[in-house]
């Protein structure tokens, strides 16, 4: 592509106080300079992009911003000895969409450390079904094996109609865990049942004000909320568990005490997929390439074009998407 060749962007911008959100034409002299020019085919939906996209929260940290925090496509130019032209690649974490242009336009300009090779096992569509969202469950389930659960009791979900916690729904289920997914959404119940998920529990319980320790629920549990949820989840579970913490909807405040880990030994992981180590990343996606069916993604997956997604943030910002959207950004 010509560097005055024009291409489509969903752009955000702000004028004082007034952000907004326009389709332009950019052209890759545009685009900031890093070592790798990537021809973006797919991106994904997922709530941190509703909101940066309809300017709800402070996503956007940086204007003009491209959204989009997670893209796959192939290298189209390289000043990296570790990709060449033609080579496919996913670009997730970093802060793309936040501070640095994202995946909602057709060409993509990223660090060579930013990107992992895309796994033979997955296609694109595919690897935009996992996105973020599977990368940031799949580390959570790896930091439940090494750091331990027990497996006679279920491992519990929070947030599990969510990008994060309905693929941990369906990953532990298929690594043969019993699952205990909690929700908000009574329209998620058959939906969490269908990726595996045994028990439905109502997040309301989660969300009262929690007790130094209850009775030992769960073997581990993946946290996608935060605040109470996760001050009585570490109340509830059993003795050398571990819980994996990666997200702060319903509060960044831990309410909790020391009895859960001094008394039965809970370990509390935080997990970022923002900025985790290379290695740990390429593991994480070979592991996600082994796990998910192209069968199961398909059945969670709707794809979209780029026109579509300001509609589709409303959808998502108002809880009324289950599964995974992928942005065909090429459509």
Known sequence: MRDNAKFEALVVDREQDNVFYSFKKLSLQDLPAEDVLIRV??????YK?????????????????IPGIDLVGTVE?????AYQPGDPVILTGWETGETHWGGYAEYASAKAEWLVPLSNAL????????????????????????????????ILVTGASGGVGSLAV??????????????GSESAHSFLRSLGATEIIDRRELAEKPRPLQSQRWGGAV??????????TLAGVSYYGTVASCGLAGDNKLNATVYPFILRGIKLVGIDSNTCPPEVRKE??????????????????EVHGLKDVPALSEKILRGEVHGRIVIDIQQ
């Not at 369906?170 to 929700?183: E, K």
């Open 284 to 301: 994480a996606w070979n592991r996600l390439a082994e796990v998910l069916s192209a069968e199961l993604l398909d059945e969670l997956t």
């Open 223 to 232: 946290d996608v909320v935060g605040g109470n949820t996760l001050s009585n």
């Open 170 to 183: 369906a990953i532990l289920s298929r690594l043969g865990y019993q699952v205990d997914a909690s929700t």
């Open 49 to 65: 992009d509703g909101m940066a996209v309809l300017n709800r929260g402070k996503i956007v940290r940086k204007y003009p911003m």
């Open 41 to 46: 085919h797919y991106s994904s939906l997922n």
């Open 77 to 81: 130019k390289s000043k990296s000895p």
């Open 123 to 154: 296609s694109m569509k595919h690897a935009m079904s996992i996105g973020t969202a599977g990368l940031t469950a799949m580390l959570a389930i790896m930091a439940l094996k090494k750091h331990g659960i027990n497996r006679e009791k279920p």
